[in-house]
């Protein structure tokens, strides 16, 4: 079982299925339908982007995920090749969709590729990282939704809940809040994002309330948080898939 979770964590196939399942619910809040060719081209992207950040910063890595980075170097060329995989599909998909999508999406795959350098950066890393996921899982079923007048509503829920899932995983890392405030500050904050994301769902228009699931999975991840690698891995990133998918379900 544990190399099971191994495999979904550290190939970054779990995160890819939570974007994937994430923005068909946000496309669920407003009224539109993303097509299967869309939720795979997020998929995709966040395979390409995921695994190409893990190649590149081994070293770095080696301290804060030693479990990763023996498994990103016993496997780097299959991870390579899925990461090249995943970047071909990527960028057929997106030109597959149209100009106006795959411009939408270039910025967002070289703030990706910059992640890198960008994440040394910790105190905004909670903040590029949720605009960048925002930007996708919602920004693309947005074209084609029905109800754009609770775009506001979908964005601040979604991004609320994966800040609140970026400083967790800081914390495991021990990155600059962490280290400065030790773990009570920032998993105050991060507790505080997923009560407020969970409220807003709570307060949302009726066809919002469906994300309801998604901040309150994040919340109880959150409340028996432990800093250990595949907890965050897991049970932090799993919480943005369990919640994306129980908001899917049927009513």
């Known amino acids: ?90 960028v057929a998909l997106a030109l597959n969709a149209g100009p106006r999508v795959a411009a939408a999406l270039a910025p967002i795959a070289a703030l990706g590729l910059a992640h890198r350098r960008l994440k040394r950066f910790a105190w905004w890393k909670p903040l590029y990282v949720s605009g960048a996921w925002t930007a996708v899982v919602v920004g693309l079923p947005a074209v084609t939704a029905d109800r754009v007048r609770d775009l506001p509503w979908v964005a601040a829920i979604v991004s609320a809940t994966i800040a609140a899932n970026v400083i967790a995983s800081n914390l495991r890392d021990r990155e600059a809040p962490a280290a400065r405030f030790g773990a009570r500050v920032p998993m105050r904050i991060a507790l505080g994002l997923a009560v407020a994301a969970t409220v807003l769902a ?14 309150l999975a994040t919340l109880a991840a959150l409340a028996a948080f432990r800093p250990t690698e595949l907890y965050g891995f897991i049970a932090v990133d799993g919480a943005l898939l369990a919640g994306a998918l129980l908001s899917l379900a049927p009513t």
Do not use: K
């Open 1 to 90: 079982m544990v190399a099971l979770l191994e495999l979904l964590a550290y190939t970054s196939l779990w995160v890819a299925a939570a974007a994937s399942a994430l923005c068909a619910a946000a496309g669920r809040a407003l009224g539109a339908d993303p097509a299967a060719l869309t939720l795979v081209l997020v998929a995709a992207g966040t395979l390409f982007v995921y695994n190409i950040d893990r190649l590149r910063d081994v070293e770095r890595d080696r301290a804060t995920s030693p479990r990763r980075t023996a498994f990103v170097e016993r496997w780097r060329l299959a991870l390579a090749a899925l990461a090249a995989a995943a970047a071909a599909a990527a």
């Open 202 to 215: 709570l307060l949302a228009p009726a066809g919002v309330r469906v994300l309801v699931p998604i901040p």
